[in-house]
């Protein structure tokens, strides 16, 4: 007789480990400051670079950049959350926990939840500082902009965990994250709209999905809810959600891992 | 006698960069329930892989095992609810307060929050690490880490308890400290299974010994009767007979004088 946890069983242990892990995270508030360092360096002395370009589609250039870095946010906060997990396996808790009864799926959505949370607060964070320099957006489109962000914190914290659960050292997992994230920046517009782009940057980068995501609260921030970019942005925070959150509890399932 | 655990042709291959390395070659091992069972080896035999198979960490690659009373590959949750596990090298979180950890480890057994806060206090009385409540993990000894890291391996009182050179580092005091702390337990109820590189503390506590070498058991039973066997007489030292077994002189690590 195989036993599978109860949907409540993997949902309190969820709770537990995320309260454990938002715990440290406001212990320790580097955490907090580390993701939001180079979006907010982009915000301060690179966006009013910005204001009299003209940037190829609607919208004042803070509504165009601040999503953007939004997003940058999401990549560079949530992508190295792995690297918690490199150290605890170093120090064995990982086993430890996976001893006990708990859930291991819960393993990994505590955490990505925690991830979440910090991801949203860092966003709220960073649209406030936006507004300082001159942001005006609606406040719904904003709240779409912070959903669509926190699906892809949880869907890029997911596949780090999950990549981190294969690796032995932060040797190995810090060069991979970091030789995936520029590109990806670089490629989905964060810093300026892709519309700019000669057809061939246009072409790869609408292979990235980041980029439906930048273009969606983009959308969002301008107020155009019918938009056919906000459905392709929430269409593709879904899928890959889906995809990372599957793959993720995989691994931690597996009994090896 | 039953068995509280059985294993047949248990075996383990790490898949590795420069080729497979089969770290546990088919083990048939039986442990009675209420009996302390040391497990012996030298370095790289295979003990620490095949605790971790036992405790669920790791999937075989071949071979099944029945841990409390469960099938180790179909019922690993069962399993996990009636065992407990120290590994070798510890898993404690030097940022985490004792008693947080403590409690924790009641509510992934599935405690109430009181329960767990009131189980956190019981196990500090009992291992002494009351005063060490709210310390944060990296503020320990030794020691007190191995006494914390046994306490929460006691949660949820298991039927068998592993535990991974529980006294490796430790000074002489606290190891008779802890060989006291591994007989109570026994006596309490629990079954040990515990590996050790010292030869002293194999004789001291263990009611059966196996002796495992390049991931195969090689030899096993009474202390007494390993010594008659292999080392000549019931008053040999285990170290000769130990010798006798793996044809490997004693490697001396740390200050313990028997160390293998
Ligand atoms: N994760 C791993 N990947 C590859 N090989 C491993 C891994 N873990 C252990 N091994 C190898 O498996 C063999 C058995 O290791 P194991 O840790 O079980 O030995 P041990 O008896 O516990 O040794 P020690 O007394 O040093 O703790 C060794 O050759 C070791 O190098
Ligand atoms: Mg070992």
Same mark, same amino acid.
């Given at each position: 007789?195989?036993?599978?946890?109860?949907?409540?069983?993997?949902?309190?242990?969820?709770?537990?480990?995320?309260?454990?892990?938002?715990?440290?995270?406001?212990?320790?508030?580097?955490?907090?400051?580390?993701?939001?360092?180079?979006?907010?360096?982009?915000?301060?002395?690179?966006?009013?670079?910005?204001?009299?370009?003209?940037?190829?589609?609607?919208?004042?250039?803070?509504?165009?950049?601040?999503?953007?870095?939004?997003?940058?946010?999401?990549?560079?906060? $949530?992508?190295?959350?792995?690297?918690?997990?490199?150290?605890?396996?170093?120090?064995?808790?990982?086993?430890?926990?996976?001893?006990?009864?708990? $859930?291991?799926?819960?393993?990994?959505?505590?955490?990505?939840?925690?991830?979440?949370?910090?991801?949203?607060?860092?966003?709220?964070?960073?649209?406030?500082?936006?507004?300082?320099?001159?942001?005006?957006?609606?406040?719904?489109?904003?709240?779409?902009?912070?959903?669509?962000?926190?699906?892809?914190?949880?869907?890029?914290?997911?596949?780090?965990?999950?990549?981190?659960?294969?690796?032995?050292?932060?040797?190995?997992?810090?060069?991979?994250?970091?030789?995936?994230?520029?590109?990806?920046?670089?490629?989905?517009?964060?810093?300026?709209?892709?519309?700019?782009?000669?057809?061939?940057?246009?072409?790869?980068?609408?292979?990235?999905?980041?980029?439906?995501?930048?273009?969606?609260?983009?959308?969002?921030?301008?107020?155009?809810?019918?938009?056919?970019?906000?459905?392709?942005?929430?269409?593709?925070?879904?899928?890959?959600?889906?995809?990372?959150?599957?793959?993720?509890?995989?691994?931690?399932?597996?009994?090896?891992? | 006698?039953?068995?509280?655990?059985?294993?047949?042709?248990?075996?383990?291959?790490?898949?590795?960069?420069?080729?497979?390395? &089969?770290?546990?070659?088919?083990?048939?091992?039986?442990?009675?329930?209420?009996?302390?069972?040391?497990?012996?080896?030298?370095?790289?035999?295979?003990?620490?892989?095949?605790?971790?198979?036992?405790?669920?960490?790791?999937?075989?690659?071949?071979?099944?095992? %029945?841990?409390?009373?469960?099938?180790?590959?179909?019922?690993?949750?069962?399993?996990?609810?009636?065992?407990?596990?120290?590994?070798?090298?510890?898993?404690?979180?030097?940022?985490?307060?004792?008693?947080?950890?403590?409690?924790?480890?009641?509510?992934?057994?599935?405690?109430?929050?009181?329960?767990?806060?009131?189980?956190?206090?019981?196990?500090?009385?009992?291992?002494?690490? %009351? &005063?060490?409540?709210?310390? %944060?993990?990296?503020?320990?000894?030794?020691?007190?880490?191995?006494?914390?890291?046994?306490?929460?391996?006691?949660?949820?009182?298991?039927?068998?308890?592993?535990?991974?050179?529980?006294?490796?580092?430790?000074?002489?005091?606290?190891?008779?400290?802890?060989?006291?702390?591994?007989?109570?337990?026994?006596?309490?109820?629990?079954?040990?299974?515990?590996?050790?590189?010292?030869?002293?503390?194999?004789?001291?506590?263990?009611?059966?010994?196996?002796?495992?070498?390049?991931?195969?058991?090689?030899?096993?039973?009474?202390?007494?009767?390993?010594?008659?066997?292999?080392?000549?007489?019931?008053?040999?030292?285990?170290?000769?007979?130990?010798?006798?077994?793996?044809?490997?002189?004693?490697?001396?690590?740390?200050?313990?004088?028997?160390?293998?």
């Amino acid at each position: 007789m195989r036993t599978t946890p109860t949907m409540t069983a993997v949902f309190a242990d969820s709770l537990l480990v995320f309260e454990r892990y938002a715990r440290q995270t406001l212990r320790s508030r580097i955490n907090l400051i580390f993701g939001l360092i180079q979006p907010m360096l982009f915000l301060g002395f690179f966006g009013p670079l910005l204001r009299d370009v003209p940037l190829g589609r609607e919208g004042d250039s803070w509504q165009i950049l601040v999503p953007g870095l939004l997003v940058q946010l999401a990549l560079f906060s $949530s992508a190295f959350a792995g690297f918690g997990i490199l150290i605890e396996k170093q120090h064995g808790i990982m086993e430890r926990m996976r001893v006990t009864p708990v $859930s291991r799926t819960a393993l990994l959505l505590g955490r990505t939840l925690r991830d979440v949370a910090l991801l949203v607060v860092q966003s709220l964070i960073l649209v406030l500082a936006g507004v300082a320099f001159g942001l005006r957006a609606p406040v719904l489109g904003v709240l779409i902009g912070f959903v669509l962000v926190a699906v892809l914190a949880a869907s890029l914290a997911s596949l780090s965990y999950a990549f981190a659960m294969r690796v032995n050292s932060p040797q190995e997992f810090a060069p991979v994250i970091n030789s995936i994230n520029l590109p990806a920046m670089l490629l989905s517009g964060i810093l300026l709209p892709m519309a700019l782009a000669p057809t061939w940057l246009d072409v790869i980068s609408h292979f990235i999905p980041f980029r439906y995501l930048v273009d969606g609260v983009r959308a969002a921030f301008v107020g155009d809810y019918g938009d056919s970019a906000l459905a392709t942005g929430a269409l593709a925070a879904l899928l890959l959600s889906a995809a990372s959150l599957t793959l993720g509890i995989r691994l931690f399932r597996r009994a090896g891992a | 006698m039953t068995a509280i655990l059985s294993t047949h042709d248990l075996a383990l291959t790490f898949p590795t960069k420069k080729g497979p390395v &089969e770290a546990v070659r088919g083990i048939d091992l039986t442990v009675e329930q209420g009996e302390i069972l040391g497990f012996l080896g030298p370095n790289g035999a295979g003990k620490s892989t095949t605790l971790r198979m036992l405790t669920t960490l790791l999937p075989p690659t071949r071979g099944t095992a %029945t841990v409390a009373g469960h099938d180790l590959a179909t019922e690993p949750r069962a399993v996990r609810r009636k065992i407990g596990y120290v590994a070798q090298s510890g898993g404690l979180d030097p940022q985490e307060r004792v008693r947080s950890e403590l409690v924790l480890q009641g509510r992934f057994y599935r405690l109430s929050r009181a329960e767990a806060e009131a189980r956190a206090e019981e196990l500090a009385v009992d291992l002494d690490l %009351t &005063e060490l409540l709210d310390r %944060t993990c990296a503020e320990l000894s030794g020691g007190q880490r191995r006494r914390l890291d046994i306490a929460m391996a006691l949660t949820h009182r298991p039927a068998l308890l592993f535990l991974d050179e529980p006294t490796t580092g430790l000074d002489p005091g606290s190891r008779a400290d802890l060989w006291q702390l591994v007989r109570r337990i026994r006596d309490e109820g629990t079954t040990v299974f515990l590996t050790t590189h010292y030869l002293d503390e194999a004789d001291a506590l263990a009611d059966r010994l196996v002796v495992v070498d390049h991931g195969e058991i090689v030899a096993e039973g009474t202390p007494r009767a390993l010594k008659e066997r292999y080392g000549g007489s019931p008053e040999a030292t285990l170290q000769d007979t130990f010798i006798a077994i793996t044809g490997h002189g004693p490697r001396r690590e740390e200050s313990a004088p028997l160390a293998v």
